[in-house]
């Protein structure tokens, strides 16, 4: 199915479905239970983070539900959950058993990016508010559709980007609130990690017990290989969105966040290649360079480089903040520092105590206070995810067709570039993908 005929459907369904009103009690502002009936939707790497930062912390929260198509990655979480609710979470490798069950809440969606839109439109649709793993889209056109979708249900929207809600980001905040550095004009982000070459593996069966053909869900059809599934599929296109939009995505996020503008870019160009990781299996550039040019004459710049153990200022995830009258390095890792002036004069930083601090935990809580409070109170909701998102998306856009892009935001495409307007959407595999609930 094409990706406007999905949008078509979906906006025709979720009209049918408010009519029917099945929706709208829950929509309407029903209070929450103070106890959050959880969802645990894909059960791998960072779902571990998750549900142990939330049983060490004894939220209030009960895992109603744990759901991954491998049950041996449902088996660590629930060894995770351990004692610490009386009755055990349910278990299914089907998201519909979770997101049909009336008693569940909020669902936290921690899939590869090829199933975040599918499962979070569905989510919303039946009433569930949800935390979902950055980013929110796999491309660009499932953002609007997502932010449609959270406003039609009056759905919570929580994109995991943790970073917005650290203690160092409220206090760097708060200095370039208070014009420190003068206007942000400039915000640099990068992802400067080591990576090394994984070579190509031949096809074979996958491991007993596990359903590949819902792990592929949307994506074309592909024989089971080892890269294509649990935490290196994140450099495959199919599933994934460069590293970019893998550790890319939290410095993007907090560039704009810095830049502090909300707005789409109206210009975008990208370079990059191989530097380094020659007979890598993966379909992305082992480097990128991408530069954005926003409506009001603001510029951002995205850099990613794979054999700088010593990071770029010192962080191998960061940013800097350009201002009028001096500039802030900040770092996702927990960190930022001022320099002002002509003569570099240090400023303030994030100090000892708050140093390291990368908001998981609070970030959670945002989430879990908003559902219960009903206030749209998510420090990164659909909307700010989107934007980020975007950034992402016409990044590799700008990367994949080897052009300039010009974005009308009245319209939401690219001026005189029918390959790059084709990226921004994409096909789904039948019988997966976007809602079909007329
Ligand atoms: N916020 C952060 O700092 C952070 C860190 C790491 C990863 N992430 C994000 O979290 C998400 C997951 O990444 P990961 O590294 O944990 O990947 P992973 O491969 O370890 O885990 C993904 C899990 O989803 C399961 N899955 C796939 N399709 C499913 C389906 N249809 N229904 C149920 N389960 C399904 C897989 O079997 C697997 O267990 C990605 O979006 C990633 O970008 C965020």
């Known amino acids: 199915m094409t990706d ?8 025709q369904s979720t009209t049918a479905l408010a009519a029917t ?24 790497g960072i779902m571990g983070h998750h549900v142990k930062g939330l049983v060490e912390r004894r939220e209030n929260v009960h895992f109603s539900w744990l759901c991954d198509v491998d049950p041996a990655q449902m088996n660590r979480k629930e060894s995770i959950i351990g004692s610490f609710q009386a009755k055990p979470a349910r278990r299914t490798h089907k998201y519909e058993d979770v997101l049909s069950d009336p008693r569940v809440d909020a669902v936290i969606i921690a899939t590869p990016h090829h199933w975040h839109a599918p499962i979070g439109l569905q989510a919303m649709a039946q009433g569930k508010d949800i935390y979902v793993e950055k980013p929110l889209s796999h491309v660009f056109n499932e953002g609007p559709l997502m932010i449609a979708a959270a406003k039609r ?68 059809a592909h024989a089971f290989n080892k890269h294509r599934f649990h935490a290196s599929w994140r450099r ?11 550790d890319g995505i939290h410095d993007i996020d907090m560039a704009r966040w810095g830049l502090g503008n909300n707005l789409l870019p109206s210009k ?32 951002m710049v995205y850099e990613n480089y794979p054999f700088t153990a010593y990071g770029l200022h010192g962080f191998d995830n960061g940013n800097v903040f350009y201002g009028t ?6 770092s996702r890792r927990g960190a930022f520092s001022v320099f002002l002036g002509p003569k570099n004069q240090r400023g303030p930083t994030e100090g000892k105590a708050l140093r390291g601090q990368r908001g998981y935990a609070e970030h959670m809580d945002n989430f879990l206070t908003a559902v219960r409070t009903r206030r749209p109170i ?61």
Not at 21 to 44: F, P, W
Not at 236 to 246: C, P, R, T, V
């Open 378 to 438: 998510t420090r990164a909701d659909a909307v700010a995810a989107h934007l980020s998102c975007s950034l992402v998306h016409f990044g590799n856009i700008a990367y994949d067709t080897n052009s300039t892009l010009n974005f009308d935001a009245k319209s939401a495409r690219f001026l005189n570039n029918s390959p790059a307007n084709a990226l921004l959407g994409k096909s789904y595999r039948e019988p997966f993908g976007l809602p079909t609930m007329a």
């Open 153 to 220: 249900y009056g759905r919570i929207v929580q994109q995991g980007s943790q970073m917005r809600s650290s203690a160092v980001t409220a206090k760097a905040g708060k200095l370039l609130k208070d014009g420190l550095i003068g206007d942000v004009m400039v915000a640099r982000a990068w992802t400067a990690e080591t990576r090394s070459v994984v070579p190509p593996v031949p096809d074979s069966k996958p491991p007993q017990g596990v359903d590949y053909d819902r792990w592929l869900g949307p994506a074309p």
């Open 268 to 299: 975008v160009s990208a370079g990059g290649g191989r530097m380094l990781l020659h007979g890598h299996s993966s379909d992305y550039p082992d480097n990128m360079i991408v530069r954005y040019e926003f409506p009001d004459g603001k510029v």
């Open 21 to 44: 009103g099945i929706v709208g009690a829950h929509a309407a502002g029903k209070e929450q239970s103070q106890t959050v009936r959880l969802g645990i939707i894909g059960c791998g």
């Open 4 to 11: 406007s005929a999905n949008r078509r459907r979906f906006l």
């Open 325 to 330: 009258k001096g500039y802030m390095i900040f």
């Open 236 to 246: 495959f296109k199919d599933y994934a969105n460069g590293e970019i939009g893998d």
